[in-house]
Every structure is written in structure tokens, then in C-alpha cells.
T-cell receptor, first 115, second 110 residues
Framework: DTAVSQTPKYLVTQMGNDKSIKCEQN?????MYWYKQDSKKFLKIMFS???????INETVPNRFSPKSPDKAHLNLHINSLELGDSAVYFC??????????????FGQGTRLTVV | GENVEQHPSTLSVQEGDSAVIKCTYS??????FPWYKQELGKRPQLIID?????GEKKDQRIAVTLNKTAKHFSLHITETQPEDSAVYFC?????????FGQGTTLQVKP
């Protein structure tokens, strides 16, 4: 059973298109994240949702819009894709709060290539 | 804002030697410090973590130390093996988010 699954694994698209990446976790966690990993391997947090509510929104362009229909899902929609959006996007989940903090489990990543 | 600095960015050791990676964090509210290993083309996976009420933790060849006063924490890998070659990330959880260091590419030469 996959703990955190995201689709698609690979995404190649043209500049200007709109695309979505889906993420689901079956761990019963209350917090989900999106990270962007660029060519230099740096894992930069983009968004964090706790119990379907946005709690962290780092400085990312408005073209990126997360949607959390329920605690188990956090999707990422990207409008008007640009060349600089090319990266690997990781979804992750954890349990957060006080002494019950858990490790973050990552999805397998989505390699987005904008041409 | 919150920041985690990680050093060195690359580390090359001979098989059997020890490797040490160091991190510092800025958010004094941080209370959870995991370390992740990422092999080429794969997802980051937790290898060890430590909470703020503990100074040291060991798991076989891997150990982590935490100095809350200095806001430092370190990963120690002893008796390195070629399969330890990967990118290692430290992270710190403060108020609501898990912030990662820049990563250390560890190469273990046979």
C-alpha cells in the first residue's frame, strides 16, 4: 500500500498551458505539503495545509493554486506554465502538533518539464 | 524568516571512514529535527530524527546530536559504505512548517 501517492510521475507540457498534479495520503495525517526541488536539489516548501486549511503559503507566484478537498488530498494546479517551473514537485504528509509530530512521508515526485 | 543552513554541500570519504554533516537553524521554536536521505531519482526518506528534549540519538551506524542553545544539530555516519552515497537533508520543524537545509551530496569511494 502506497502511503503518499502523487500523479502523474512525469509531465511534459508546453509553455502557457495549465496543468494539475494530484496527491493522496492514506496515513490519516492532518498536514500535507507541496515542495519544489530544483536542479540544485534544494527542497523548497511551497504550501502547507492542516486539516484542509492553508497554513503556509510561501512566496510562490499566483499561478500556483493548491486545493485540498479533504484531509487526505492536496492537489496543485499551475496556470500559464513557464520554463522556470520545470522541477520535481514533491507532495508530503505528516501529523503535526505538540508531542505528536511525526516524520513527513514523501510521494514519489512529479517531474515537470516545460518546453 | 525561518532558515536552515547545512554544510558541507558536498562530502567525499573513503569507505570505512566517518562522515559528519552539520546544520544550524534560526527558529528557536523548532522542536523536531529529522534527517532525510535521497537517492538519485527517488523520494527523500527519513533515516533518523531527534526531538528538542533529547541531546543525542543513535541507530546502528547513524547518530544525530542536538545543541538547542547553539541551534546546531549534526548527523554522524560511521563505517561508511558505498550504498550510503546519496544526498542528505537536515530539516527543522518550527511553527507549522518543515524547513529543509540545502542538502549534502555524500560520495563514499570504495
Amino acid at each position: 500500500d502506497t502511503a503518499v501517492s502523487q500523479t502523474p510521475k512525469y509531465l511534459v507540457t508546453q509553455m502557457g498551458n495549465d496543468k494539475s498534479i494530484k496527491c493522496e495520503q492514506n496515513l490519516g495525517h492532518d498536514t500535507m505539503y507541496w515542495y519544489k526541488q530544483d536542479s540544485k536539489k534544494f527542497l523548497k516548501i511551497m504550501f502547507s495545509y492542516n486539516n484542509k486549511e492553508l497554513i503556509i503559503n510561501e512566496t510562490v507566484p499566483n499561478r500556483f493554486s493548491p486545493k485540498s478537498p479533504d484531509k487526505a488530498h492536496l492537489n496543485l494546479h499551475i496556470n500559464s506554465l513557464e520554463l522556470g517551473d520545470s522541477a520535481v514537485y514533491f507532495c508530503a504528509s505528516s501529523r503535526m502538533g505538540g508531542r505528536t509530530n511525526t516524520e513527513a512521508f514523501f510521494g514519489q515526485g512529479t517531474r515537470l518539464t516545460v518546453v | 524568516g525561518e532558515n536552515v543552513e547545512q554544510h558541507p554541500s558536498t562530502l567525499s570519504v573513503q569507505e570505512g571512514d566517518s562522515a559528519v554533516i552539520k546544520c544550524t537553524y534560526s527558529d528557536s521554536a523548532s522542536n523536531y529535527f529529522p534527517w532525510y536521505k535521497q537517492e538519485l531519482g527517488k523520494r527523500p526518506q527519513l533515516i533518523i530524527d531527534i526531538r528538542s528534549n533529547v541531546g543525542e540519538k543513535k541507530d546502528q551506524r547513524i547518530a544525530v546530536t542536538l545543541n538547542k542553545t547553539a541551534k546546531h544539530f549534526s548527523l554522524h555516519i560511521t563505517e561508511t559504505q558505498p550504498e550510503d552515497s546519496a544526498v542528505y537533508f537536515c530539516a527543522a520543524r518550527g511553527t507549522g512548517k518543515l524547513i529543509f537545509g540545502q542538502g549534502t551530496t555524500l560520495q563514499v569511494k570504495p
